[in-house]
Each structure stands twice: as structure tokens, then as C-alpha cells.
Nanobody
Framework: QVQLVESGGGLVQPGGSLRLSCAAS????????MKWYRQVSGKERELVAR??????NYADSVKGRFTISRDNAKKTVYLQMNNLKPEDTAVYYC?????????WGQGTQVTVSS
């Protein structure tokens, strides 16, 4: 059974940091591109960061502030978020993709507010 379980979300003040984790099971984790998306209610889901092999990519809005990393042995992908801004408030989703096969986590809420 495939599972992606996100954790680490919460309420943080502007300028603060959070680290999201996504624990995977039920598929060959190392073969998959791992991505973090975020979604604000009423808006489209936005790709935030992607890890494919040893390569990483980021949305312009988070470059220099967010870092995606993965531990293939632990089957876990992380998103370190620093210098958080109110506009980073969203539900963050973990995604695994291998050609036409994709899986989603349930999402974790991140709220940046003073």
C-alpha cells in the first residue's frame, strides 16, 4: 500500500523556520522524483520544489529560502523553509512521480502570521 505522510507544519511567525517531512512507503522511493507543492484555498496548486536524482529545482518565490532534500535510505523527503513570509501560508503537499505514476500525501498546513 502506497503512503506519503507529511508532518512538520504549524504556525510560525514571519522570519521563522519550519521543516516539513514526507515519509514514503509502498514504492521504490529512490526511483521517483519527489516534489513539494502548496495550495491556497481557491487557487491552483503550485510547485514549490523538486528533487530528481541529484538535481533540485525551486519556484522563484522560494529560491534562497527553501531547501528540498531526500534520504533514500529512510524513504523521506524534507523541505527546510527559512525566512518564512505570510504569503507562504498554504497547505503543503508531498508528491512522488515516476513517468505516468504519481502519488500524493494528505497535506500539512503551514501558517505564517504574527
Amino acid at each position: 500500500q502506497v503512503q506519503l505522510v507529511e508532518s512538520g507544519g504549524g504556525l510560525v511567525q514571519p522570519g521563522g523556520s519550519l521543516r516539513l517531512s514526507c515519509a514514503a512507503s509502498g514504492f521504490t522511493f529512490s526511483m521517483y522524483a519527489m516534489k513539494w507543492y502548496r495550495q491556497v484555498s481557491g487557487k491552483e496548486r503550485e510547485l514549490v520544489a523538486r528533487s530528481v536524482g541529484t538535481s533540485t529545482n525551486y519556484a522563484d518565490s522560494v529560491k534562497g529560502r527553501f531547501t528540498i532534500s531526500r534520504d533514500n535510505a529512510k524513504k523521506t523527503v524534507y523541505l527546510q523553509m527559512n525566512n518564512l513570509k505570510p504569503e507562504d501560508t498554504a497547505v503543503y503537499y508531498c508528491n512522488a512521480q515516476y513517468f505516468n505514476t504519481g502519488y500524493w500525501g494528505q497535506g500539512t498546513q503551514v501558517t505564517v502570521s504574527s
